[in-house]
């Protein structure tokens, strides 16, 4: 997925494309850890014991993230998606329909111009925030950037079949449109 994406590194370096995509993916097992923790425990698994991986720092770790993008995390989720129930694995189905629950929920991005141009601002319901950067006093209250996240998910083993990550609006998101 790095190749194809075009993200593979130029130049060699402590936390190469895959070694971020694996760390990526660490952040989700690990979900409770922090992310020296999180790089500490992915290079225990990554070693070959005969030599020691330096634990590099959050903010080289948040470099690295920056410079991979989301399009190999997209291009793998959407390479190994796919149902896992069967026919005969019960509860997994109504008649002949599989049951999916719909998720989502959202985020407040930090609260940046490039990040309302991006996301674009959304009003929020409770007033002012305590600590703004610059949006708050605006008509209609607090404006933050807000990014909105769903997911369709198997009923019984809880596998993520489709995902979508969307600007949110003031009327709400359509994350999967009809």
Do not use: K
């Amino acid at each position: 997925m790095i190749a194809e994406t075009g993200r593979t590194e130029q130049r060699s370096r402590l936390l190469p494309a895959r070694v971020v995509v694996y760390f990526v993916l660490a952040m989700c097992l690990f979900f409770g850890q922090g992310y020296e923790e999180v790089a500490r425990l992915l290079g225990e698994g990554l070693g070959d014991g005969r030599r020691t991986w330096r634990v590099p720092t959050t903010a080289a770790i948040g470099r690295a993230r920056r410079r991979l993008g989301t399009e190999p995390l997209r291009a793998l989720f959407a390479r190994v998606r796919r149902p896992v129930a069967v026919p005969e694995t019960a509860g997994a189905w109504y008649r002949r329909w599989r049951l999916v629950a719909v998720d989502g929920t959202t985020l407040d991005v930090a609260d940046t111009a490039a990040n309302e141009e991006f996301f674009g601002p959304h009003a929020s319901t409770r007033g002012a925030a305590a600590f703004s950067a610059g949006t708050a006093g605006r008509a209609g209250g607090m404006r933050h950037p807000i990014w909105v996240f769903c997911w369709i998910v198997r009923w019984v083993r809880h596998f993520s079949v489709s995902a979508s990550a969307e600007r949110a609006e003031t009327s709400g998101p359509a994350c999967f449109p009809p």
